[in-house]
């Protein structure tokens, strides 16, 4: 069965740093991975996401992601955090063996102090 | 265009009633899910619809929970004797629905909150 795992329910970084949330999965089979964005009172909205081919996945609001397979790991980073990216984030993983359901880790809440 | 739509926001009831929480997906849109997320958790999937059947239910937790797509765009959760333990936001999403489904980008709405006294 396939899991996701995210290391820190709650990070906080300041104003200009490098945000890094991590992510770990397990598959048996190659995954589809997926960030989200949850802001307060709002919908999940997509990030990015890796099916195949280029394992650096660029995103919006300057996030991106690399997957590396010989890690288990899809961690998400932004160079320079802004006060807007406060928010909490989910990493999710399908499969082929998964069917259609998206399986989230339990979120990590972004802290971005001035 | 308009996103994924849900109602009601929130919907507060006593244990042992019956409630519908209904999802209009986003127009064209042929897939079709349902997520519940505990506080302090990431969202569970309960069922998928393609147009009108339901695909994979796997995810419903008891036979008090049942989900509807009549016509193949709105969607009505309905949940049966109600417990405490159902309390959660019952989030929707839809995606296009057109092949390669597992990679498709699924858009969510805003959830509703239930809360189960």
């Known amino acids: 069965a396939q899991s996701v795992t995210q290391l820190g329910s709650h990070v906080s970084v300041s104003e200009g740093a490098l945000v890094l949330l991590r992510c770990n999965y397990s598959s048996s089979v190659p995954p589809y991975l997926f960030w989200y964005v949850q802001y307060p009172n709002q919908g999940l909205q997509l990030l990015l996401k890796?099916?195949?081919?280029?394992?650096l996945v660029k995103g919006i609001n300057g996030f991106e992601a690399e997957f590396k397979k010989s890690e288990t790991s899809f961690h998400l980073t932004k160079p320079s955090a802004h006060m807007s990216d406060a928010a909490e984030y989910f990493c999710a993983v399908s499969d082929i063996n998964s069917g259609y359901a998206l399986n989230f880790g339990k979120g990590t809440s972004l802290l971005v102090t001035p | 265009g308009a996103g994924v739509s849900q109602t009601p926001s929130n919907k507060v009831t006593e244990k042992g009633k019956y409630v519908e929480l209904r999802c209009d997906p986003i127009s064209g849109h042929t897939a079709l899910y349902w997520y519940r997320q505990s506080l302090g958790q990431g969202p569970e999937f309960l069922i998928y619809f393609q147009g009108t059947g339901a695909a994979d239910d796997s995810g419903l937790p008891n036979d008090r929970f049942f989900a509807v797509r009549p016509e193949g765009s709105v969607s009505t959760l309905k949940i049966q004797r109600t417990e405490r333990g159902d309390s959660a936001v019952y989030l929707c999403a839809s995606s296009l629905g057109v092949g390669g489904l597992i990679q498709e980008t699924q858009y969510f709405g805003p959830g509703t909150r239930l809360l189960v006294l």
């Open positions: 890796y099916t195949t081919g280029a394992t």
